[in-house]
């Protein structure tokens, strides 16, 4: 009979402990394990330095998936596939890639689809519309966007672009980036959190007014303080972190974030190894 006792204030116990956690539980928001990766413009010195050295750290640190920017537009074939070897060795993917204007038509675009299929690059995203002065040029970059999307498309890959200010600044009554989004369909609309924080919009409700389409997010954080703008730390601004994640994996669509920094007080490579500490903690 005690035993019997023991057994049933140890289960009465056990459900009173598991009913008072439950709401707990509850409230937590239940991320998604996505990939996490480093735009290597943030580690854009040391790249420039040793690149397979460089990568080979970000690798180390921890991360995921890298996203090479623009200048490897410049590798011959055969330097994409040792780079896709080294990935490969470091259990690394590359998901996407930052490209010029000029890389979205033409013979550009071909060797930018090409390079892309090589590393495994499933976006091929444009980093920045230059200067575009009005919603009739916007317009101009969204029929870029899709007709090279159409293009490249029986190759497995997809177009994308990367906002910064201008895109949620008004232009004309309207945002630039609401042009982009209502005039492509199978453009990914990569966002770039900091950048749109800054202006004053709201992440948070851009990714619910396009569901689907927000597949990647840049992890830029942004603050107040003039003296550190850009320069703050992931953590460190005004970004409501765990609003956005919630957000994109329930219906933005969300595949993998990047950690993208401009510069801190740190060395690149100590900025990248702190910047991915704090998302594990934010996104835990």
Same mark, same amino acid.
């Given at each position: 009979?005690?035993?019997?006792?023991?057994?049933?204030?140890?289960?009465?116990?056990?459900?009173?402990?598991?009913?008072?956690?439950?709401?707990? +539980?509850?409230?937590?928001?239940?991320?998604?394990?996505?990939?996490?990766?480093?735009?290597?413009?943030? %580690?854009?010195?040391?790249?420039? #330095?040793?690149? !397979?050295?460089?990568?080979?750290? %970000? /690798?180390?640190?921890?991360?995921?998936?890298?996203?090479?920017?623009? =200048?490897?537009?410049?590798?011959?074939?055969?330097? /994409?596939?040792?780079?896709?070897?080294?990935?490969?060795?470091?259990?690394?993917?590359?998901?996407?890639?930052?490209?010029?204007?000029? +890389?979205?038509?033409?013979?550009?675009?071909?060797?930018?689809?090409?390079?892309?299929?090589?590393?495994?690059?499933?976006?091929? %995203?444009?980093?920045?519309?230059?200067?575009?002065?009005?919603?009739?040029?916007?317009?101009? *970059? /969204?029929?870029?966007?899709?007709?090279?999307?159409?293009?490249?498309? =029986?190759?497995?890959?997809?177009?994308?672009?990367?906002?910064?200010?201008?895109?949620?600044?008004?232009?004309?009554?309207?945002? =630039?980036?609401?042009?982009?989004?209502?005039? !492509?369909?199978?453009?990914?609309?990569?966002?770039?959190?900091?950048?749109?924080?800054?202006?004053? +919009?709201? =992440?948070?409700?851009?990714? #619910?007014?396009?569901?689907?389409?927000?597949?990647?997010?840049?992890?830029?954080?942004?603050?107040?303080?003039? /003296?550190?703008?850009?320069?703050?730390?992931?953590?460190?601004?005004?970004?409501?972190?765990?609003? *956005?994640?919630?957000?994109?994996?329930?219906?933005?669509?969300?595949?993998?974030?990047?950690?993208?920094?401009?510069?801190?007080?740190?060395?690149?490579?100590?900025?990248?190894?702190?910047?991915?500490?704090?998302?594990?903690?934010?996104?835990?």
């Amino acid at each position: 009979m005690p035993c019997m006792m023991a057994n049933s204030d140890l289960s009465r116990r056990t459900f009173l402990a598991v009913t008072a956690a439950a709401p707990l +539980a509850m409230a937590a928001p239940a991320f998604k394990q996505l990939p996490i990766g480093l735009e290597l413009y943030s %580690v854009r010195d040391d790249l420039h #330095k040793d690149l !397979t050295g460089t990568v080979r750290a %970000v /690798a180390k640190m921890g991360y995921d998936c890298v996203e090479f920017f623009a =200048p490897y537009l410049q590798w011959s074939e055969q330097q /994409a596939k040792d780079m896709r070897k080294l990935l490969d060795d470091l259990n690394v993917r590359c998901y996407s890639t930052h490209n010029g204007e000029n +890389a979205f038509t033409g013979d550009k675009l071909q060797q930018a689809a090409a390079l892309n299929e090589i590393i495994g690059s499933k976006y091929i %995203v444009m980093a920045s519309a230059n200067r575009v002065t009005s919603l009739d040029g916007w317009k101009a *970059v /969204a029929d870029k966007l899709q007709q090279a999307a159409e293009k490249i498309k =029986p190759q497995g890959l997809k177009t994308g672009y990367h906002n910064h200010q201008a895109e949620f600044t008004p232009l004309e009554g309207k945002r =630039p980036i609401e042009i982009i989004a209502a005039n !492509t369909k199978d453009v990914m609309l990569q966002l770039d959190v900091g950048h749109c924080i800054e202006t004053g +919009a709201d =992440p948070v409700a851009w990714i #619910k007014q396009n569901p689907g389409r927000i597949n990647s997010l840049h992890l830029e954080d942004w603050s107040r303080d003039p /003296a550190v703008g850009f320069k703050a730390l992931l953590g460190e601004g005004i970004v409501p972190w765990k609003a *956005v994640f919630e957000a994109a994996e329930s219906s933005g669509g969300a595949e993998f974030y990047l950690i993208e920094q401009e510069g801190s007080r740190f060395s690149e490579q100590e900025t990248a190894e702190r910047c991915l500490a704090e998302y594990k903690k934010l996104h835990a």
